[in-house]
């Protein structure tokens, strides 16, 4: 890409694209989730349930690994139903195997809103990863304004899952935390992305040449 054709969106789109993995990564995401919640409903054994989720995962690595391809992502999954494993076991209750993700999604979106009242917005970093200096983003207040509405775009699913699951999770029901886990998953992502799309396509704010990493 060269310099011209260089842009904020391009960036912002480009990096968003590779922090969430592709439609691989989010299909790595949902298997374990997927499994337990129908293991779950047909036997009502926790353990069984968090085994065949795990088993899943590693296969999941295992393939990564022999195909020689990044495994970062599958890896995110295996680490987060490890640890989902981990509380529940010590609890003994099933629900609990969705309340990481309860508190992460909570604690991301916190950050974020927290990032946009100070005015650094989360989205202003990806930029300069890209551009080579973390900061200097900051100094264009349009490309802030513009990092703070898509920042909030990027909050808004981490919201909705809160407002949705905690209740789930506090009334026990774990089939339907596992149903709306993977509703709120990536059909949120999507929708996010589209809005942000959207935005996106109605700016164009050039990065200055010779600041994108080549």
Known sequence: MTPEAVTVEAVVRAQLAKAFGGRRGIVEGA?????????????????????????????????????????????????????????ASRTGEARDVFLPGILLNAGTGTIMIVSILVGW??????????????????????????????????????????????????????????SAKLALGWPLYVASFAVMAWMLGRDRTPIEPGQADS
């Open 121 to 178: 917005p989360l989205v202003g970093f990806l930029i300069g990863s890209a551009t080579g200096d973390p900061t200097a983003w900051h100094d264009d207040r349009a490309l802030v304004k513009l990092c703070s509405r898509l920042t909030w775009v990027l909050v808004a699913p981490n919201i909705i899952r809160v407002a949705i699951q905690l209740p789930l999770w506090a009334t026990d029901h774990v089939a339907l935390l596992g």
């Open 31 to 87: 298997v374990p989730t997927v499994l337990f919640t129908v293991c779950w409903i047909i036997s009502h054994d926790l353990r069984t349930s968090l085994t065949v989720s795990i088993a899943a995962a590693v296969l999941m690595l295992l393939v990564r690994l022999l195909q020689r391809s990044t495994t970062q992502f599958v890896f995110n999954a295996l680490f987060g139903i490890g640890i989902a494993a981990f509380i």
